[in-house]
């Protein structure tokens, strides 16, 4: 509801020789929290596998990796057209990577990838390793993308900040694509790694740190449909505080979540900051709708109720305020986001609605002396209506069903020929 920060930048993600004090945080140019990006690295693929499958699925393995390892290495990774390519690359290299696993080759290899926020490499012999980092990447390039749509391209100082409905729809969809990606990964790729490597995994690769992120994209994907709600004047009060509550549950699920994770690294202490600060946010648009919806009673322990509620709200959305502030200051420093969508509706309504409430109804306070009436009501449950689309991995690429597939017997010719290819 309103996170968003400054226009994107140039990210270079291949400048070794710059200092890291000058790189840019793929956080700081973000509408929706992405927790972390990882890329491919150069690994060696031909020695571990040259003889033990055929001549062309090896090309093909190392022509599909070593594309992507470039597309990885290239400049201004936040564009749109980038992120298309990089995730049109990895769904052509899947197929093919998944071959190794049904061929029983899946520990010969050493993969290797990076963290591009702080540059930490994590390598191991597995394949199913290397298929949960492609799918991790996937669900973390459409994050990328749902950025991007909404920030606009230019924006001019005290100029309010505009995304088409069409926009945000988009951004829905590929909330829940990512989503389904992260659920995936933890229910059917992770099961497949050695307890012992899935133990030693990076920490957001690990299961607790993927299902939160999941459940995050699918509040923030609750979030835009909010905030498509609020500007609709066929959506009813109930209707937003449905959608308000929704989104309260679903931030609850993933901050409980983060608690049992390890979060000390500085991305796990800004993404606790980050979900707290939306919690609060979205508790008060909560109580807000509840407030009104209650008001509409005519008993005069409704209208109490209400202002309770009213003031709630205006209490919460303070917090969220100061929460927001040490989710910036938290390192890697963010900007202050300015408020948009149904939070810009929210942050001028709360206050004035819950003052002139409270004077309106000032009386009936008076006369509950006992404040028997005056607490504060729970907010109601509602099942949670929005799914992650489903994935699955694809088939594994047709040429590993050929006979020609199987291991080969090299000549010397040949084998010096790829030790010349090798070492080039």
């Known amino acids: 509801m309103g996170c968003t920060s400054s226009k994107p930048r140039r990210y270079s993600i291949k400048g070794k020789d710059?200092?890291?004090?000058?790189?840019?945080?793929?956080i700081a140019e973000v509408a929706v929290f992405v927790p972390a990006v990882r890329v491919p690295l150069p690994v060696d693929l031909i020695h571990p596998l040259r003889g033990l499958i055929s001549r062309d699925a090896l090309d093909k393995l190392s022509?599909?990796?070593?594309?992507?390892?470039?597309?990885?290495?290239?400049?201004?990774?936040?564009?749109?057209?980038?992120?298309?390519?990089?995730?049109?690359?990895?769904?052509?290299?899947?197929?093919?990577?998944?071959?190794?696993?049904?061929?029983?080759?899946?520990?010969?290899?050493?993969?290797?990838?990076?963290?591009?926020?702080?540059?930490?490499?994590?390598?191991?012999?597995?394949?199913?390793?290397?298929a949960l980092s492609i799918v991790h990447a996937m669900a973390m390039l459409s994050l990328l993308e749902a950025n991007l749509m909404l920030l606009p391209k230019e924006i001019q100082n005290g100029s309010e900040r505009r995304v088409s409905e069409d926009s945000k729809k988009d951004v829905v969809e590929l909330l829940l694509k990512a989503s389904g990606c992260l659920e995936y990964c933890v229910h059917h790729i992770l099961v497949q790694i050695p307890t012992q490597v899935r133990k030693n995994l990076p920490s957001n690769l690990q299961q607790g740190t993927l299902e939160a992120i999941s459940i995050q994209a699918l509040a923030q994907g609750v979030e835009m449909q909010l905030g498509l709600a609020s500007e609709s004047d066929n959506a009813t009060l109930s209707v937003k505080r449905r959608l308000a509550c929704e989104l309260?549950?679903?931030?609850?699920?993933?901050?409980?979540?983060?608690?049992?994770?390890?979060?000390?690294?500085?991305?796990?202490?800004?993404?606790l900051f980050f979900i707290k600060w939306k919690f609060l946010e979205a508790k008060a648009a909560a109580y807000y709708y509840h407030g009104l919806v209650i008001d509409k009673g005519?008993?005069?322990?409704?209208?109490?109720?209400?202002?309770?509620?009213?003031?709630?709200?205006?209490?919460?959305?303070?917090?969220?305020?100061?929460?927001?502030?040490?989710?910036?200051?938290a390192t890697p420093v963010t900007r202050v986001p300015p408020s948009w969508g149904v939070m810009k509706h929210l942050h001028k309504k709360i206050p004035d609605v819950a003052?002139?409430?409270s004077q309106m109804y000032a009386y009936l306070l008076e006369q509950d002396k006992n404040a028997t009436l005056?607490?504060?009501?729970?907010?109601?449950?509602?099942?949670?209506?929005?799914?992650?689309?489903?994935?699955?991995?694809?088939?594994?690429?047709?040429?590993?069903?050929?006979?020609?597939c199987g291991p080969q017997i090299q000549s010397l010719k040949d084998h010096l020929e790829d030790e010349d290819e090798h070492e080039s």
């Open 63 to 130: 022509t599909h990796r070593g594309h992507l390892v470039q597309l990885s290495a290239e400049d201004d990774l936040l564009n749109v057209s980038r992120i298309s390519q990089l995730q049109q690359a990895l769904e052509e290299y899947l197929p093919v990577l998944l071959g190794l696993t049904n061929k029983g080759l899946d520990t010969l290899v050493e993969f290797k990838w990076k963290s591009l926020e702080d540059d930490e490499e994590f390598s191991v012999a597995c394949a199913w390793y290397e």
């Open 355 to 357: 003052f002139k409430r």
């Open 298 to 329: 005519n008993e005069p322990s409704c209208h109490i109720s209400a202002v309770c509620c009213l003031c709630a709200a205006d209490d919460l959305l303070n917090e969220s305020k100061r929460v927001c502030l040490s989710f910036c200051l």
């Open 248 to 271: 309260v549950a679903y931030l609850s699920q993933a901050h409980y979540i983060l608690l049992g994770c390890d979060t000390s690294d500085l991305y796990g202490k800004k993404l």
């Open 374 to 404: 005056q607490s504060l009501p729970d907010l109601p449950e509602f099942q949670l209506s929005l799914r992650p689309d489903p994935y699955e991995l694809p088939k594994a690429d047709p040429l590993w069903e050929s006979e020609d």
């Open 18 to 26: 710059k200092s890291k004090s000058k790189r840019k945080s793929l």
